[in-house]
């Protein structure tokens, strides 16, 4: 990908996308808890996880390039709010879901 907008093309507009930046030390850590928020919001927003190191660029854009993982909820296209090193599932959904539509 090039651009922040390249990734959200990729979803449907009538859900919110959280990306999750995450840097690979972490990732064996975190993966869990990840799966099971994105579990939980499926309903209502849609979770991609994109590894720091592949995209460095957008991740620094973002200023997501340091702390992992780093999350960002896009509505309608636009950033509207970020967690993080926040790892623990219910403190990601109660955090997003206050920013997402009940289905």
């Known amino acids: 990908y090039n651009s922040m907008d390249e990734i959200l093309a990729l979803f449907p507009d009538d859900k919110p996308?959280?990306?999750?930046?995450?840097d690979a030390g972490t990732e064996n850590s975190i993966k869990d808890d990840i799966l099971r928020a994105k579990n939980l919001l499926e309903d209502r927003?849609?979770?991609?996880?994109?590894?720091q190191q592949d995209y460095p660029?957008?991740?620094?854009?973002?200023?997501?390039?340091s702390k992992s993982p780093s999350m960002i909820l896009f509505k309608d296209g636009k950033p509207v709010t970020r967690l993080y090193e926040q790892t623990h599932y219910?403190?990601?959904v109660a955090h997003m879901g206050k920013f997402?539509?009940?289905s």
């Open 90 to 92: 219910l403190e990601i």
């Open 57 to 65: 660029e957008i991740a620094k854009l973002w200023d997501a390039d």
């Open 100 to 102: 997402c539509d009940e």
């Open 17 to 22: 996308v959280l990306i999750n930046f995450y």
């Open 45 to 51: 927003a849609k979770l991609v996880s994109i590894k």
